[in-house]
């Protein structure tokens, strides 16, 4: 991993550069199937998705789900996404806007909450890998924030001044994590989020409709700091 000192991207894996949705908006309704939950249109799950996951099941049955159910719909998901994910691939453009960032002398990592021994071989597969310095998933229970997370991703990257970062993510959380990081964010409304539940997140964050508008913001933030 060599040193870099220009603007640097930490991309989301799941719904943004990874156009996955479909997978996990099925694997989300088995999940509901497990305790008689109505399923959810695409629309629908975008406006109520929300960190921590248990909060999300909270919005939908009135309550928190107890640790039972929690495990049994946690568990259901991950096997139905796991199935699904296969029919899935990258969004569009994703290649060449890496091999560009890339080309033009900066870097870029891959920070997740999919689990990490999941993730490295499916970002490898596509053939992707080499354009990022570091590929990080999660480690540990899911469906927490990324924060913490974010600070060790940084923390790990040699040359990377966080007040040069941005982060591209589809989640609110993303932009929370960002900032707890000390980066800026670009908020993407090709997954888990529609467009107002991501203006939400914050004053001054931009919000886009694609990945190369995503960029193209996270260069003029970098360029500000």
């Not at 989301?12 to 399923?39: K, R, S």
């Not at 790990?156 to 993510?169: K, N, Q, S, W």
């Not at 090709?190 to 931009?206: F, Q, T, V, Y």
């Amino acid at each position: 991993m060599g040193t870099h000192t220009d603007a640097h991207i930490v991309w989301d894996w799941n719904g943004t550069l990874f156009h996955d949705v479909d997978a996990v908006i099925g694997a989300t309704n088995a999940a509901f199937a497990e305790l008689g939950l109505q399923p959810l249109t695409l629309e629908r799950y975008r406006e109520l998705y929300c960190v921590p996951v248990p909060k999300f099941y909270e919005r939908l049955m009135g309550r928190l789900p107890t640790e039972a159910e929690w495990e049994l719909m946690d568990g259901t998901f991950h096997r139905h996404y796991t199935e699904h994910r296969l029919r899935c691939g990258l969004a569009e453009g994703v290649e060449e806007l890496l091999a560009e960032w890339a080309g033009a002398g900066r870097s870029q990592s891959i920070l997740s909450m999919y689990g990490h021994e999941d993730l490295v071989p499916l970002v490898r597969g596509f053939g992707i890998e080499t354009h990022f310095v570091r590929v990080d998933g999660r480690t540990g229970p899911s469906g927490g924030s990324k924060a913490e997370h974010m600070v060790r991703h940084l923390g790990a990257l040699t040359g990377v001044d966080p007040a040069r970062t941005v982060v591209i993510g589809d989640a609110a959380d993303d932009a929370l994590a960002a900032r707890h990081a000390g980066a800026g964010a670009v908020l993407y409304t090709g997954g888990s989020h529609g467009r107002a539940s991501l203006e939400a997140a914050g004053a001054g964050i931009p919000v886009v409709d694609t990945l190369q508008e995503a960029v193209a913001e996270a260069e003029r933030l970098a360029s500000a700091a």
